[in-house]
């Protein structure tokens, strides 16, 4: 089945340093790639939608200019967390979607702590 | 309103029950609902799709009704290891997604 791949699983940092996290689809084109966020003991929370060769959509209260979305080609999206401070520490997830079966597929999660 | 509404729970069941969740979605022109599982600081994970004629996998029995815009998932003979999350997902046209908040599910022995 499909597969996507997230990268690194975990990372620290010191306050006001960027972060990039990496979200490949394995064996499928994904033209679409959502980002999302969880703080402990909480839902999902959807960041923004990353579309493949155009500006990401962000969802309200997310600031584009903290949360820097990639989408350069169909199998790629990467999230880099600039100037990150240590409440932006959380578990970020990429998943992406099959126009085949309308699945959702989920990377393994990216946990971030920021010191 | 919520695009998708879920009971967080949790809901404490002893192994060997039959426990039940619901999830209403609010858009009538919704084309794909999921259920998914996550276990604590892990991915969500497909349990299983959701179709209009109900379907079974296992233990897991999932049904959707248009009519009243709600899925459900029934898991029976309960185990420790179905200890989780359980995420409704609702999709619109392959790229649009709305996740219910999760129902926590704990199974004791």
């Known amino acids: 089945g499909a597969v996507v791949s997230q990268h690194p699983s975990w990372v620290i940092c010191k306050s006001g340093t960027s972060v990039k996290i990496e979200c490949r689809s394995l064996?499928?084109?994904?033209?679409?790639m959502f980002w999302y966020r969880q703080f402990p003991k909480q839902s999902l929370m959807l960041m923004a939608t990353s579309n493949e060769g155009s500006k990401a959509t962000y969802e309200q209260g997310v600031e584009k200019d903290k949360f820097l979305i990639n989408h350069a080609s169909l199998t790629l999206s990467t999230l880099t967390v600039t100037s990150a401070h240590p409440e932006d520490s959380s578990f970020y997830i990429c998943?992406?979607?099959?126009?085949?079966?309308?699945?959702?597929?989920f990377g393994e999660g990216s946990r971030l702590t920021v010191l | 309103r919520k695009e998708v509404e879920q009971d967080p729970g949790p809901f404490n069941v002893p192994e060997g029950a039959t426990v039940a969740f619901n999830c209403t979605y609010s858009n009538s022109a919704s084309q794909s609902f999921f259920w998914y599982r996550q276990d604590c600081r892990k991915e969500p994970k497909l349990l299983m799709s959701?179709?209009?004629s109900g379907n079974e996998d296992g233990r897991f029995t999932a049904q959707l009704n248009r009519a009243s815009q709600y899925i459900s998932l029934l898991i029976r003979d309960s185990k420790l290891s179905d200890s989780a999350t359980y995420l409704c997902?609702?999709?619109?046209?392959?790229?649009?997604?709305?996740f219910g908040s999760g129902t926590k599910l704990n199974v004791k022995p």
């Open positions: 998943s992406a979607s099959t126009a085949h079966t309308g699945e959702l597929f």
């Open positions: 959701v179709y209009s």
């Open positions: 997902v609702v999709g619109y046209n392959f790229n649009k997604f709305y």
């Open positions: 064996d499928f084109q994904a033209t679409t």
